[in-house]
């Protein structure tokens, strides 16, 4: 609008209706205001009672966007002074003929609110759009930011996505502000086909992304009614893209608008004006443009041809004949193989479980179907996070703490005497007991179930699927609470030693089996397929104990196996095989204690010797080697005494008949048997009384002894 032209009479009329429309658009964007208002205190209010985490957020961007509202109250108010401001000039200059007067030199540098109304258009709106991109991104970097710290694990106690616990008022709520915001913008977008109301576009752009927001949210409740309510949180993730979206649309626009020209006396467009969400606030545009589209790509008028106009006509035909279509669709359910359905009436069970069939049923709504897959193999972690697979899973990790770590109760493993005796000296009475009686580990278990065959209803109806707050339903908690009670209460019957070296997998056995009868007795139609146990340690802080003991075990363990085997090697050798020398030391035991009690010469202790004696010769080894060579001696030496006396007997006759002459010829045998191995011989004939023998024993000297030389020298060196 140029605010520097001299308007005739018939302008001087329209300023009027311009004024009053001004006055108009002031009032409408006043109540904008307070709806928008009212829609963020609205939901910031019962977000912050009920828990609403979607609400929250939510009510942020509705309450950001006041501030388009608040600029457009101004701006039209701007522009009703700026109306009253030219009438007010119009009259004043119509009242003096000559042109060139003061009054029409003056009228130019009186306008003020045209001045203020450009400064508005030109530096107030581009800020306030300025602000109210910044305020999108911002809660759109807040929404994300949050749902990054719900996601760590270590936050979960505090930073938790809330439903809400008022379903329906939250519904009820988000339907009808949805409702309201989406009729207010239509009213708007009508407004705005007048030129002297465009800027409430703006207005209707907002609007209508509260309605959006509004709409999304109460769908993410409807599903979380139903049970699903992880639907709310992607929901309240979508928003935070929209809002980003929105923010980067206004920015857009505001750089736009630095560059794009205008005619003199048009208003700008504000930056928070969205073309895509104008569209929304004003669907007939759309069918305009989808029609327009049509026509173009033809390259004819199709949308009046006749069949076009067929089309339309019978469209209520068709979408009829669709939902019947729809209708007996539903009347059939395929159940895949490995899955299990169940029928539902008004959300009751009717009927039996059906497992990979072809289920017809009442058409929907009257009759709904819910599959589950059944073969699915599920699994919750008892305690802590599993380690992740592929990791070596050492016992003493430097730098690892046990914060993250549960700890399990176990009984004690029985200690020596020296080792009670210190730990008693340096305990207290209540300490001391108790490390007699408990002890300490670290284990992870893994537990895979899944739902046992026919009985899909009792898993159902064990307890409440509502997801909670943490990430965990609440079937899985209770599976996983019966799961460690028993976990716990088997680990505290169990001695240390027994749960760190079990026996092949009696630990894990025992276990699932503990588990299974538990889930049995409490209905829950569950089928415990394994336990995993991928870490089961004593505590870090004791790990190099255990090792210096696993290792001084190992070191006795070969020290036994040595002293086994020279044993056994020993023993096989001596009597042929272990066994046989157990029954032998048992015989000799037995002999020993007879000979104890009843004497060495008793007929049991020679019973029980030759029971030994027989035990030794049966093995064939070296003590049956042995014993033969002793009574192969004893019989040799037997024989040769058997033989001499026989001698002496046959010669006893002989002495008889001639004393004198057996012995000399006895003398003359020993005397030839003693010099017949001497080389000179004397025989002397005279009688021994009256010969005196003397000799002189000399070496015979072989020529070449140096012994001799050098001791002669020596003596002549030394003379």
């Not at 119509?94 to 306008?111: C, D, L, M, W, Y």
């Not at 258009?121 to 109210?132: E, F, G, K, M, N």
């Not at 016992?395 to 080792?419: C, H, K, M, N, Y």
Request: charged residues 20%.
């Amino acid at each position: 609008m140029d605010y520097h032209a001299a308007p005739s009479l018939g302008t001087a009329l329209s300023m009027r209706i311009d004024h009053f429309a001004y006055q108009q658009a002031t009032r409408v964007s006043g109540f904008g205001l307070a709806i928008q208002l009212g829609f963020g205190l609205l939901l910031l209010v019962f977000g912050r009672i009920a828990g609403d985490t979607a609400f929250s957020y939510a009510s942020t961007a509705m309450l950001a966007g006041c501030i388009p509202w608040a600029a457009l109250i101004v701006a039209f108010h701007q522009h009703r002074l700026e109306r009253l401001e030219a009438l007010e000039t119009e009259e004043l200059a119509s009242g003096h003929a000559k042109p060139e007067s003061v009054f029409t030199a003056a009228r130019a540098e009186g306008q003020v609110a045209a001045r203020r109304l450009r400064f508005m258009h030109t530096v107030l709106i581009p800020i306030a759009s300025l602000i109210y991109a910044l305020l999108l991104a911002g809660v759109a970097w807040s929404v994300w930011q949050f749902f990054v710290l719900a996601a760590d694990p270590k936050l979960v106690d505090q930073v938790a996505f809330g439903a809400g616990w008022a379903p329906g008022w939250q519904m009820a709520i988000c339907l009808g502000l949805a409702l309201i915001g989406f009729i207010f913008s239509r009213f708007l977008a009508g407004m705005a086909t007048q030129a002297a109301w465009s800027a409430l576009r703006g207005g209707a752009s907002v609007m209508v992304a509260n309605a959006i927001s509004l709409l999304a949210i109460g769908v993410g409740v409807t599903f979380g009614v139903f049970g699903e309510s992880g639907v709310l949180q992607e929901i309240t993730r979508a928003l935070a893209f929209l809002y980003l979206a929105m923010a980067a649309e206004v920015g857009l626009n505001l750089l736009l608008n630095l560059y794009r020209p205008r005619r003199v006396g048009e208003t700008p467009r504000p930056a928070f004006d969205s073309k895509i969400l104008g569209l929304l606030a004003a669907p007939d545009s759309i069918v305009r443009s989808v029609n327009d589209a049509v026509n173009y790509q033809f390259g004819f008028d199709v949308t009046s041809t006749w069949g076009y106009q067929l089309l339309l006509r019978s469209v209520l035909s068709l979408g009829g004949l669709a939902i019947v279509v729809l209708v007996l669709l539903s009347t059939v359910v395929v159940v895949p193989p490995g899955f299990e359905a169940l029928r539902l009436r008004g959300g009751a069970i009717t009927g039996a479980t059906e497992q990979s069939a072809l289920l017809v049923k009442m058409p929907w709504p009257l009759e709904s179907v819910a599959t589950y897959d059944v073969a699915r193999l599920r699994s919750v972690a008892l305690g802590a996070e599993p380690t992740r697979p592929g990791a070596v899973n050492l016992w003493p990790i430097e730098g690892e703490t046990s914060a993250d770590r549960r700890p399990f109760i176990v009984q004690a493993a029985p200690l020596s005497a020296e080792v009670t005796q210190a730990l008693q000296a340096t305990a207290t009475e209540e300490t001391s007991s108790l490390a007699d009686r408990f002890a300490v580990i670290e284990a992870e278990f893994v537990l895979r179930y899944r739902v046992k065959p026919g009985a899909l209803e009792q898993y159902l109806t064990f307890v409440d699927d509502t997801p909670q707050r943490r990430g965990l339903s609440m079937r899985e908690r209770a599976v996983r609470g019966i799961a460690m009670r028993e976990a716990s209460q088997l680990l505290a019957v169990t001695s240390f030693d027994q749960v760190l070296s079990p026996e092949g997998d009696s630990l894990v056995n025992s276990l699932r089996t503990r588990i299974q009868a538990a889930f049995d007795a409490a209905g829950a139609g569950i089928d415990v397929v394994s336990v995993e146990v991928p870490t089961l340690r004593p505590p870090p802080e004791a790990a190099a104990m255990f090792e210096e003991r696993s290792i001084d075990l190992q070191n006795s363990a070969k020290l036994v196996d040595e002293a086994q085997r020279v044993v056994n090697t020993t023993m096989a050798a001596l009597v042929g095989s272990v066994g046989t020398a157990r029954r032998a030391v048992t015989a000799i035991d037995d002999l020993r204690r007879i000979e104890r009690e009843q004497g060495a010469d008793s007929e049991p202790a020679d019973a029980q010797r030759a029971i030994c004696e027989s035990l030794l010769l049966e093995s064939r080894a070296q003590a049956a080697s042995v014993i033969s060579a002793a009574r192969a001696t004893r019989w040799e030496k037997l024989m040769d005494a058997r033989r001499v006396s026989q001698v002496v007997l046959g010669q006893a006759d002989s002495y008889r008949v001639a004393p004198e002459l057996y012995r000399q010829r006895a003398i003359m045998n020993v005397l030839g048997r003693a010099l017949a191995q001497v080389r000179i011989k004397y025989i002397l004939g005279v009688d021994p009384e009256r010969i005196q023998f003397d000799i002189q024993m000399q070496q015979p000297d072989p020529g070449l002894n140096l012994a001799d030389y050098l001791e002669k020298k020596s003596d002549k060196g030394g003379g």
